[in-house]
Structure formats: structure tokens, C-alpha cells
């Protein structure tokens, strides 16, 4: 399988002639949600990674998160999905009711500061979802500590408030641009093996899940109630397996670690170097991510990957 760089970029193009609100230009859309593990600074290095012919299939990615891949990539049909029902839900709001979701947002936005952030998020923890909850999600989710989603045991949202000066909040035609890239997909709020069962063969699936720790140290993997085990990663390689078999294509990005290179020994592994900010100091630590593939990546060797990664990070 080779690589299409031409594809890339005319996916890429796609992203114009979208209508603003008020006749206003949409700017060019990526993730309008930070997300722990996100990969907003390794999709265009991602997207060569891609099968040639990606285009012509389903893209499925059931660890939605923030959607730097999908956003980078648009692709024509789409299936997105994730275990987290408080951010599928905001995908649904902002895809469905992105100028209702942008009011509430500009509101939340001028009024921001520790005791208002903390108002804020006792009301979304006491209220259902809505265009409202939307918008007081995305606030939280720009104000809050290192972007983080955590819920305590009863399923409430509890990080603190993270201090940021100037919060990189959307705008309305941000969220109509985006809600524009978001019309011809189906969201699922959903597990990964639920929103999987249907996959069928040549869909082309890009699962990012939840990395296991570095050296033993903390890492946000419980976005949820539940967590992302040892247990977790060897039953996603068993679904994953039952992906290959079934003559789906797909990609993953997982932490370079013992662990991950045993259970993915049979297929194509690439090492990316990376920075992660590790705990709650926000530590920066040199690490490496595997990327995993059942397809040949002709082109893409550690040395190229190096040395497009130096550029990209320069």
C-alpha cells in the first residue's frame, strides 16, 4: 500500500466554502475541544500514514476525543464515537444547533474568572444536556486545568479551575464551520467493541486509545468513570485482530512500550518521538509513540519519520 500526499492535500482543500454567520467567511476548522492525549501536533504527520485510497472508504474512530485526525482529513462518510456521552453529546449540539451553542458560549466567554468558572460547573453537573450544556462544556473544557476531563466516582466533573488569561474559546463561525464538517457524520455515544460490531470490510478505522503510563507515573486515562486498564489494551488487540480478519484497514497510536510492541507484533510498527506532559505539574518528558498499521507504509521509515517530525516541530 502506498501513500497519496495528493489525496492528503486535496481532503485537505475541502475545508473551504463553508457560510459563517452573517454572510462571514468560515477560517479554516480544526478541533474546537482540548483533549488529553489529543493529537492536534502530529495529524499532518499522521496523514501520511494514511492508505492511498482513504477517500473511498467509511472512516470509523471510536476514541473520538478531540478529532484532530477527522478534522485534518474530512472525510466523506464518517462514523465517530467515543465512551464519554458529555462529549458526544456537545458534538451533536454544535453539528445541530451551532448558533444557539455559540450564544451561550460568547456569554460564558465575557464573563470568565475562577468564581464564575466554578458557578458554571455546579450548573453543568446538575443539568441535563442541551445547547446550553453544550456551550457551558466547551467553556469548562477551555478554562479548566491542562483541558482534562475527569469525573469522580459519581460521574461529576471536578477539575479545577486552569487559570488561562486569554481562553482560545470558538467563535460562532468557528462552531458553524464545524457543525458544517460534522453534517453527514453519525455520532455514537458508545464503547469502542459496541460502535465496532458493525465495521465492515474495507472501512478504515483510526483508534487512539487511552495510553498506558510512562514509568509507572499518573496519566489521565479516566475520562470516564471507568478506567483504561492492562486488562483494556490486551482486549483492544483482540478486537483489533478481529478487525484484520474481517479485511477492515486501520491505523493506531498507542504509547512505544513493551507491552504495546508485544501485543501488535504482527503488524507494521513505526516509533514517533513525542513530548507528553506527564502528572498534574504539566512536566515535560521526551517520549515515543508507536504507530500501527495492517497495511504497508512504503515511504515511511524511523529515519523519514525523524526527519519530517524535526520539521514539523521546528
Same mark, same amino acid.
Given at each position: 500500500?502506498?501513500?497519496?500526499?495528493?489525496?492528503?492535500?486535496?481532503? $485537505?482543500?475541502?475545508?473551504?466554502?463553508?457560510?459563517?454567520?452573517?454572510?462571514?467567511?468560515?477560517?479554516?476548522?480544526?478541533?474546537?475541544?482540548?483533549?488529553?492525549?489529543?493529537? +492536534?501536533?502530529? +495529524?499532518?504527520?499522521? $496523514?501520511?500514514?494514511?492508505?492511498?485510497?482513504?477517500?473511498? +472508504?467509511?472512516?470509523?474512530?471510536?476514541?473520538?476525543?478531540?478529532?484532530?485526525?477527522?478534522?485534518? $482529513? +474530512?472525510?466523506?462518510?464518517?462514523?465517530?464515537?467515543?465512551?464519554?456521552?458529555?462529549?458526544?453529546?456537545?458534538?451533536?449540539?454544535?453539528?445541530?444547533?451551532?448558533?444557539?451553542?455559540?450564544?451561550?458560549? /460568547?456569554?460564558?466567554?465575557?464573563?470568565?474568572? %475562577?468564581?464564575?468558572?466554578?458557578?458554571?460547573? %455546579?450548573?453543568?453537573?446538575?443539568?441535563?444536556?442541551?445547547?446550553? /450544556?453544550?456551550?457551558?462544556?466547551?467553556?469548562?473544557?477551555?478554562?479548566?486545568?491542562?483541558?482534562?476531563?475527569?469525573?469522580?466516582?459519581?460521574?461529576?466533573?471536578?477539575?479545577?479551575?486552569?487559570?488561562?488569561?486569554?481562553?482560545?474559546?470558538?467563535?460562532?463561525?468557528?462552531?458553524?464551520?464545524?457543525?458544517?464538517?460534522?453534517?453527514?457524520?453519525?455520532?455514537?455515544?458508545?464503547?469502542?467493541?459496541?460502535?465496532?460490531?458493525?465495521?465492515? %470490510?474495507?472501512?478504515?478505522?483510526?483508534?487512539?486509545?487511552?495510553?498506558?503510563? $510512562?514509568?509507572?507515573?499518573?496519566?489521565?486515562?479516566?475520562?470516564?468513570?471507568?478506567?483504561?486498564?492492562?486488562?483494556?489494551?490486551?482486549?483492544?488487540?483482540?478486537?483489533?485482530?478481529?478487525?484484520?480478519?474481517?479485511?477492515?484497514?486501520?491505523?493506531?497510536?498507542?504509547?512505544?512500550?513493551?507491552?504495546?510492541?508485544?501485543?501488535?507484533?504482527?503488524?507494521?510498527l513505526v516509533s514517533l518521538p513525542v513530548i507528553r506532559y506527564l502528572t498534574c505539574k504539566s512536566i515535560r518528558h521526551k517520549a515515543k509513540e508507536l504507530i500501527i498499521t495492517?497495511?504497508?507504509?512504503?515511504?515511511?521509515?524511523?529515519?523519514?519519520?525523524?526527519?519530517?517530525?524535526?520539521?514539523?516541530?521546528?
Amino acid at each position: 500500500m502506498t501513500l497519496s500526499k495528493r489525496g492528503h492535500d486535496e481532503m $485537505l482543500d475541502r475545508q473551504g466554502d463553508l457560510d459563517g454567520l452573517n454572510g462571514n467567511a468560515v477560517p479554516k476548522i480544526g478541533p474546537f475541544l482540548r483533549w488529553a492525549g489529543g493529537k +492536534r501536533q502530529l +495529524r499532518k504527520i499522521l $496523514l501520511n500514514f494514511l492508505p492511498e485510497d482513504i477517500g473511498q +472508504r467509511t472512516y470509523r474512530e471510536p476514541f473520538l476525543g478531540g478529532g484532530s485526525l477527522f478534522f485534518a $482529513l +474530512r472525510p466523506k462518510t464518517a462514523i465517530l464515537s467515543d465512551a464519554n456521552k458529555h462529549l458526544i453529546r456537545c458534538y451533536e449540539f454544535v453539528r445541530d444547533e451551532p448558533g444557539l451553542v455559540a450564544r451561550y458560549l /460568547q456569554t460564558h466567554a465575557s464573563k470568565d474568572g %475562577e468564581a464564575y468558572y466554578y458557578r458554571v460547573r %455546579e450548573e453543568y453537573n446538575r443539568s441535563e444536556f442541551s445547547a446550553a /450544556q453544550a456551550a457551558r462544556f466547551i467553556y469548562l473544557n477551555k478554562t479548566c486545568f491542562n483541558g482534562i476531563f475527569r469525573v469522580n466516582a459519581q460521574g461529576k466533573f471536578n477539575v479545577p479551575y486552569g487559570r488561562k488569561e486569554s481562553p482560545a474559546i470558538p467563535s460562532d463561525n468557528d462552531l458553524v464551520g464545524i457543525a458544517g464538517m460534522l453534517k453527514n457524520t453519525s455520532l455514537k455515544a458508545s464503547s469502542y467493541e459496541k460502535a465496532l460490531e458493525d465495521a465492515s %470490510e474495507g472501512d478504515f478505522i483510526y483508534l487512539d486509545p487511552p495510553y498506558p503510563p $510512562l514509568n509507572g507515573t499518573a496519566y489521565f486515562t479516566h475520562y470516564t468513570i471507568d478506567r483504561f486498564s492492562v486488562q483494556d489494551q490486551t482486549k483492544l488487540a483482540d478486537c483489533v485482530n478481529d478487525l484484520d480478519r474481517g479485511r477492515c484497514l486501520f491505523m493506531i497510536s498507542n504509547a512505544d512500550t513493551p507491552l504495546i510492541r508485544r501485543l501488535y507484533k504482527k503488524y507494521e510498527l513505526v516509533s514517533l518521538p513525542v513530548i507528553r506532559y506527564l502528572t498534574c505539574k504539566s512536566i515535560r518528558h521526551k517520549a515515543k509513540e508507536l504507530i500501527i498499521t495492517n497495511y504497508e507504509v512504503k515511504d515511511e521509515t524511523p529515519a523519514t519519520v525523524n526527519s519530517r517530525f524535526k520539521k514539523h516541530d521546528s
